[in-house]
Nanobody, 128 residues
């Protein structure tokens, strides 16, 4: 059974930082595609960042590029999302998801539709 457990969400002021963690069980992150997504009420879930090929390849949505960093620790089967210079518009539920490696060849904008296993999400709130 595949399970993904996010943690690290919370409230922070604009300009601050948070690090999200996604612990994966039943799936090997080193040989998979893992992504971070976010969603706000009334909007579709959007891709934020993805990682595959053992952490060699990463992709970011334009809105977060240069501020967010996705990484993984294979020995702990965990994927991280370091979020710096946070803005109020980053406020959302953040989810991690996993799929076979080839899923990460999908555009970050369409990646949500290619993911197979999802966590329950964590809330990130950025105040101005």
């Amino acid at each position: 059974q595949v399970q993904l457990m996010e943690s690290g969400g919370g409230s922070v002021q604009a300009g601050g930082s948070l690090r999200l963690s996604c612990v994966v069980s039943g799936y090997t992150v080193a040989t998979s595609c893992v992504g971070w997504f976010r969603q706000t009420p009334g909007k579709e879930r959007e891709g934020v960042a993805s990682i595959y090929q053992g952490g060699v390849s990463t992709y970011y949505a334009p809105a977060v590029k240069g501020r967010f960093t996705i990484s993984q620790r294979n020995a702990e089967n965990t994927v991280y999302l370091q979020m710096n210079s946070l803005k109020p518009e980053d406020t959302a539920m953040y989810y991690c998801a996993a799929a076979p490696s080839r899923a990460c060849m999908t555009s970050i904008h369409a990646l949500a539709g290619a993911m197979q296993h999802w966590g329950e999400g964590v809330l990130v709130t950025v105040s101005s």
